[in-house]
């Protein structure tokens, strides 16, 4: 009998040996889909740059796809129920529709798919985890730089993108808040075009000739910002009119610096990018993790571009 | 038996666990830093190789940089179809060279060269040249910063600015260098597994990071204030190792961030893949000396020890099969050995013992059993003599029958038990020839109960209590004596009683009659008869004397009632 208990001992001896052994499981990388808005954006271009570094840091197989306009949701859907049939663990998304992605995110999370969404929002609440800027104080600070400036009568002009889209309505419910906090403002007009700078162009254009009077143009991101700023330049209102641009590109870089763009919110993409990476790879690992972060943001003017700050901030690295 | 205490294959088990459990905690420690130093050491002189081979080739390119810009030097000399060939040429070379620009005294600009883009109208801000710096005098290399003298092109750039030596003083040129060079420096140095390297100036500023964009965007940084307090070299805060090295002839720095965690982790598991089998194999190693102890020397212990257990208990009958493992130690084969030896010689002992008593007794009985007083022999055959002369033939026939019976019964073929009646026949023929000797001085008489009468009787027992109390208890009488023996059961013992009216004994008397052997060396003594009960029946039986002086005496004799010899030898 003590024999047989001995036995029992060191049989359980060796399986907590093997047990502890056997610890070590070789882990296959997680697949994670970056569905974007876009792919040719510089905005968007620094994000991808960003998801790319931290899936060398991670080491993580991550697939990068978006739609060719940033109106195609359907598209978007499509790229998330071929990520799920793909087997993605995790898909990082940005919806060009608040609610219109909704329900392809909703399934994407029904079949155990972990959704990280960066930039812009959906209207679902299986979202785990949410990056990007906060767009309501985004908004206010574009409304603060149009306001740092001495005309005693503002008429503001709001070149905003897809009415369906999250951040864009954020920004201008941000800068419209601000706006009616200042007495001098006295009319705020919001136009909606296609996203491209063309459209934007042909928008502002448009603004300007009904409503002369309009002295600050308001361009809510990359693309409408340098058809806003260029709309400016042609028209050649220099210093008459005030106009603040979302996000940064060279184009816009060079409209500050000839005077026709007064100021840029700068967005950081590359954060979010990296973070929505980051942050679906902590998730996956169990590993605590911000359910809502907001990434910085800065107003560049003509006045800090080149300081170091600016410069980090308005040109892209990598 | 005490039960407590340890069984051997557990004492010795434990003590072997215990011993390397011990070693192994005392060892541990001492040898896992020793061994965290000896990783740190290693990773240490790898981030210092590291670094060193980054800082040289480093130096190498700023140095080839640094002939270049000689040569731009002299090309300023030249004229303008020359200089134009010897830049298309240059550019073709350098692809990483960005712009080449040049300035005056005050740092005004006054050309710019590019293989792609051409100068932006009006310049209002000019990143590629620090006036204060060459007012200061000296060229400097520059932190890296982005172009600002094109339209619609931003590189980041690191700018080299030397003064032009040929034609005149004061001017300068400025190379800017694409950053995307350094990277291809820096960005494929790994140190150990998450280790890099990166490249700062003497005040901290990163001049370049592998992750230069994550550090723009906040999301990473580095403590370049105390990496710069840092001597060349390697230094170990916690868990990182920073090695640095600085470069020739620059402000820059190569710093190496190493990870010892993940070394010292990386070595550890190395250590503990060879610890698992290393641990099965000491547990298979103290499963089998358990075994073999359990086989080799427990077992045979155990079993050595209930044999002896059960020879305490019952030596009579045990028998012991000494015990012959192939496998049992040499010791414990010996003492198997001689326990069952030892068993062997007790046993025939105890036997020699047992054989020795009887046979002593035997002897004993038949010696005593021979003893016929001579004396009453030849007073016997002197009386009947003297009867065949006076023609008292009755009596002499009487005398000699008693006689012969006397004797016939004492013989009884050798039996040393026979029948209570012969037994008092026996007494009877005894007191026959007693009374005609001593006519007139005493008469006897019996009192039997006839259920007793087949009962086993030792022999001659009465005989010796009657010649006792005829010589001194009637003897010495004036009045008749009269002599009863009475025979009654009395539970499962008879008892035979002698008693006489005689002078008595005092309680000194009895005493020396119980302990004393016959002087005479005639006949048998009471304390024999009773010796010989005792030897026959036990303790219990035997003879206990009652008298009082110049009242008579009563000897009791006390014997269990048995019927068949083989009754008493199961006693």
């Known amino acids: 009998m003590r024999k047989s208990r001995l036995l029992a001992a060191a049989l359980l001896l060796c399986l907590t040996l093997c047990a502890c052994g056997a610890r070590q499981k070789p882990q296959t990388p997680y697949r994670m889909v970056l569905i974007t808005k876009s792919t040719t954006t510089q905005f968007w271009l620094s994000a991808i740059a960003g998801a790319g570094a931290a899936k060398a840091e991670y080491n993580v197989d991550l697939s990068i796809v978006g739609p060719e306009t940033e109106e195609d949701y359907e598209c978007q859907n499509r790229y998330i129920r071929q990520a799920v049939s793909d087997g993605a663990d995790a898909i990082i998304f940005s919806a060009i529709s608040y609610s219109e992605n909704a329900a392809a995110i909703d399934e994407a999370a029904d079949a155990g798919v972990k959704i990280v969404v960066i930039d812009s929002d959906v209207a679902s609440d299986r979202v785990d985890a949410r990056i990007g800027t906060n767009n309501l104080e985004a908004g206010r600070m574009a409304a603060s730089a149009a306001l740092d400036m001495s005309a005693p009568e503002l008429y503001v002009g709001v070149v905003n993108f897809d009415q369906t889209s999250r951040n864009g309505q954020e920004r201008e419910m941000g800068l419209t808040n601000a706006f009616r906090e200042d007495a001098r403002v006295r009319e705020i007009r919001t136009i909606h075009v296609q996203t491209s700078s063309e459209a934007a162009r042909e928008g502002a254009k448009r603004l300007l000739d009904e409503y002369p009077e309009t002295n600050v143009l308001i361009g809510l991101n990359e693309p409408l910002s340098v058809g806003v700023g260029m709309a400016a330049e042609e028209l050649g209102l220099g210093e008459a009119v005030r106009v603040v641009g979302f996000d940064t590109n060279v184009t816009c870089v060079d409209l500050l610096r000839s005077g026709d763009m007064s100021a840029l919110i700068v967005q950081n993409p590359y954060a979010m990018g990296y973070l929505g990476v980051e942050t679906a790879w902590k998730i996956l690992e169990g590993k605590p993790f911000d359910a809502v972060f907001d990434t910085a943001t800065a107003i560049v003017t003509r006045e800090n571009m080149f300081t170091a700050e600016g410069q980090q901030a308005l040109f892209s690295f990598s | ?571």
Request: charged share 25%; glycine share 8%.
């Open chain 2, 1 to 571: 038996m005490n039960k407590k205490g340890l069984p051997i294959n557990v004492i010795v088990l434990m003590t072997v666990v215990g011993t390397v459990l011990a070693l192994s905690a005392s060892v541990l420690p001492s040898f896992s830093r020793l061994y965290r130093q000896t990783l740190i050491r290693s990773a240490e002189t790898t981030g210092r190789q590291a670094v060193a081979q980054v800082s040289s080739t480093v130096d190498e390119y700023l140095s080839t940089m640094e002939s270049s810009m000689s040569n731009i030097s002299a090309a300023m000399d030249w004229d303008e179809t020359e200089r134009g060939g010897f830049f298309d040429v240059f550019f073709r070379i350098r692809p990483n060279v960005v712009a080449i620009s040049t300035y005056d005294a005050d740092g005004a600009l006054l050309a710019c060269y590019s293989p792609t883009h051409s100068m932006r109208k009006q310049v209002e801000q000019n990143l590629s040249i620090d006036a204060e710096r060459i007012k200061n005098g000296g060229g400097y290399v520059s932190a890296p910063h982005v172009v600002t003298l094109f339209e619609g092109y931003y590189p980041w750039v690191v700018t080299m600015v030397r003064p032009i030596s040929t034609e005149g003083e004061g001017r300068w040129a400025a190379l800017d260098i694409s950053c995307s060079e350094l990277s291809r420096y820096i960005n494929d140095v790994g140190i150990g597994d998450r280790g890099y390297c990166f490249l700062m100036d003497e005040d901290g500023n990163i001049v370049y990071h592998p992750q230069q964009q994550l550090i723009y965007s906040s999301l990473k940084s580095e403590n370049t204030a105390l990496i710069s307090t840092f001597d060349d070299g390697a230094h170990t805060i916690g868990n990182v190792i920073y090695s640095v090295q600085s470069i020739k002839n620059t402000p820059w720095r190569v710093v190496g961030v190493s990870y010892v965690q993940e070394a010292l982790s990386a070595g550890l598991l190395e250590l503990r893949k060879s610890l698992i089998p290393m641990g099965l194999l000491l547990a298979s190693a103290a499963l089998i000396i358990s075994f073999l102890l359990n086989r080799v020397l427990y077992e045979p212990i155990r079993g050595l020890e209930s044999a002896m257990r059960q020879f305490e208990r019952d030596a009579d009958h045990f028998s012991y099969e000494p015990y012959h493992p192939a496998l049992g130690a040499r010791e414990i084969q010996s003492l198997s050995q001689s326990f069952g030896h030892m068993v062997g010689r007790i046993q025939q002992l105890m036997k020699q013992v047992r054989e020795e008593e009887i046979n002593l007794r035997k002897t004993e009985l038949r010696a005593l059993q021979a003893q016929i007083n001579p004396h009453f022999l030849y007073n016997t055959l002197d009386a009947i003599t003297w009867m065949c002369e006076r023609g008292k033939t009755d009596d002499a026939v009487m005398m000699v029958n008693a006689l012969a019976r006397l004797f016939r019964i004492s013989i009884s073929r050798g039996r040393e038990l026979i029948p209570l009646r012969s037994e008092l026949q026996h007494a009877e023929c005894y007191l026959r020839i007693l009374s005609i000797r001593y006519r007139g001085q005493f008469s006897y008489r019996f009192v039997t109960d006839e259920d007793c009468l087949d009962c086993l009787c030792a022999k001659i027992v009465i005989q010796p209590i009657l010649e006792n109390a005829i010589y001194h208890g009637i003897n010495g009488l004036i009045d008749e004596g009269m002599i009863t023996v009475s025979v009654r059961g009395e539970g499962d013992d008879v008892v035979c009683t002698v008693e006489d009216n005689g002078v008595g004994m005092t309680e000194e008397q009895i005493a020396a009659v119980m302990q004393k052997e016959r002087s005479d060396k005639a006949g048998i003594g009471i304390k024999n008869v009773n010796d010989r009960l005792r030897i026959y029946f036990g303790d219990a039986y035997g003879i206990t004397i009652d008298s009082a002086p110049d009242e008579g005496t009563r000897v009791f004799i006390r014997m269990p009632r048995i019927y068949e010899e083989s009754e008493y030898e199961k006693k």
